[in-house]
């Protein structure tokens, strides 16, 4: 089973760029379709990216054209590039190792999650 790992969370203030990385483990990443999530204060956890085994890649209306997700398999990493970042992007984000069925991702190994907390 694939172990996941996020880093390149932190406080950043409106209109700035964070990179997120996801580092995995234990199965043969290029295999596995991959997703961002995040969740809020007091709300569901949300999909914001998702990236296919292939590199086709979807995202949440929220956050096209500010937010890419793209995939390493040499370095088993997959990365959410957050720019023109707002104060509604605050929430813990996760890595998700999954699948597409069809034009649906479904979420099945989680990481721990990593902060991104924007000021204003």
């Known amino acids: 089973q694939v172990q996941l790992v996020e880093s390149g969370g932190g406080l950043v203030q409106a209109g700035g760029s964070l990179r997120l990385s996801c580092a995995a483990s234990g199965s043969i990443f290029s295999t596995n379709d991959m997703g961002w999530y995040r969740q809020a204060p007091g709300k569901q956890r949300e999909l914001v990216a998702a990236i296919s085994s292939g590199g086709n890649t979807n995202y949440a209306d929220s956050v096209k054209g500010r937010f890419i997700t793209s995939r390493d398999n040499a370095k088993n990493t997959v990365y959410l590039q957050m720019n023109s970042l707002k104060p509604e992007d605050t929430a813990v984000y996760y890595c998700?190792?999954?699948?597409?069925?069809?034009?649906?991702?479904?979420?099945?190994?989680w990481g721990q999650g990593t902060q991104v907390t924007v000021s204003s």
């Open positions: 998700n190792a999954g699948y597409y069925w069809g034009t649906n991702y479904y979420p099945q190994t």
